[in-house]
């Protein structure tokens, strides 16, 4: 079993930066990949970032490219998001999930096993 458990939410003004963290409990493989998604208010949960446990490799959604960063520290089996240039429209819940024997970075919610409680970000216009 893997436990996640995320933190680093808040409210922060449009402009602003947030750090967030998932902190992963359990047997993590290096086939894991971690993903960190997003479900604004009425809408449906969306991909935002992923990286593979092993390697490091990215992905990152259209929409947060190049504002975003996703990294892993594996001696604190911890995955952060930096998210800087913060919009009104990255306010959502946050969500740190994971998956075993991935072979490539999935972008989809179904695909993911393991799910954290969310942490709600706020972006004041």
């Known amino acids: 079993q893997v436990q996640l458990v995320e933190s680093g939410g808040g409210l922060v003004q449009a402009g602003g930066s947030l750090r967030l963290s998932c902190v992963v409990s359990?047997?993590?493989?290096?086939?894991?990949?971690m993903g960190w998604f997003r479900q604004g208010p009425g809408k449906e949960r969306e991909f935002a970032a992923g990286?593979?446990?092993?390697?490091?490799?990215?992905d990152y959604a259209d929409s947060v490219k190049g504002r975003f960063t996703i990294s892993r520290d594996n001696a604190k089996n911890t995955v952060y998001l930096q998210m800087n240039s913060l919009k009104p429209e990255d306010t959502a819940v946050y969500y740190c999930?994971?998956?075993?024997?991935?072979?490539?970075?999935?972008?989809?919610?179904?695909?993911?096993?393991?799910w954290g409680q969310g942490t709600q970000v706020t972006v004041s216009s």
């Open positions: 999930a994971a998956t075993g024997l991935a072979f490539a970075i999935p972008v989809y919610a179904s695909q993911y096993t393991y």
């Open positions: 990286i593979r446990w092993s390697g490091g490799s990215t």
């Open positions: 359990g047997r993590i493989s290096s086939t894991y990949a």
